[in-house]
């Protein structure tokens, strides 16, 4: 069964990891579902069924996203707090949709992973800052994943560099 990439990325066009990494998933339509958020919602408006019932047809799910300012980007904040509603996702009716289903996140850091480090300049590991993902997704019963994160694209993207990301990122989603 594919895998479902959910894109978040607010100035796609301009990346040089995401957009790689979307133009390498596309050429394995077999294997992954890349589904842009920003291109289907334009005006920034999620149809919170459609949303729901492609989720459902899937068993892995990947959210894509840069990390910055130490988060995601406030689409996926908002897609979460639209999508992920009682009823659906948790609560005694809801039948948990999300139950078992394989999630994981797949992040591109700007700065190199020494620095997210208790002796780093930012102090906290990407687990830790992470974590009210994992919180999250436990909380709706799915089965979440220790995330793929390709760190320093902000100081190195050369394109031997970027090409190493795309080999990891590959590598991770075969083993989800």
């Known amino acids: 069964m594919k895998t ?9 066009e301009a990346s040089q990891m995401n957009k790689r990494w979307v133009d390498e998933l596309k050429k394995q339509p077999d294997l992954y579902e890349v589904h842009q958020l920003h291109q289907v919602y334009p005006n920034g408006k999620i149809d919170s069924k459609a949303e729901q019932q492609l989720m459902e047809k899937y068993d892995k ?6 990390f910055y300012w130490f988060n995601c980007p406030p689409f996926f904040k908002q897609w979460l707090d639209e999508v992920l509603t009682y009823g659906w996702a948790y609560g005694k009716k809801s039948g948990y949709k999300l139950e078992g289903k394989k999630i994981a996140l797949a992040i591109s850091a700007g700065i190199d992973e020494q620095e997210y480090r208790a002796s780093g300049k930012y ?4 687990e830790q800052l992470t974590s009210p993902f994992e919180i999250t997704f436990d909380y709706v019963k799915a089965d979440y994943q220790k995330p793929f994160v390709f760190y320093g694209i902000e100081n190195d993207s050369s394109p031997d560099w970027i090409e190493e990301g795309v080999a990891g990122y590959l590598r991770f989603l075969e083993q989800l």
Not at 4 to 12: D, G, K, M, Q, S
Not at 123 to 126: A, N, T
């Open 61 to 66: 799910i990947v959210f894509q996203f840069p």
């Open 123 to 126: 102090k906290y590991p990407m």
């Open 4 to 12: 479902l990439i959910v894109v978040i990325h607010p100035n796609f």
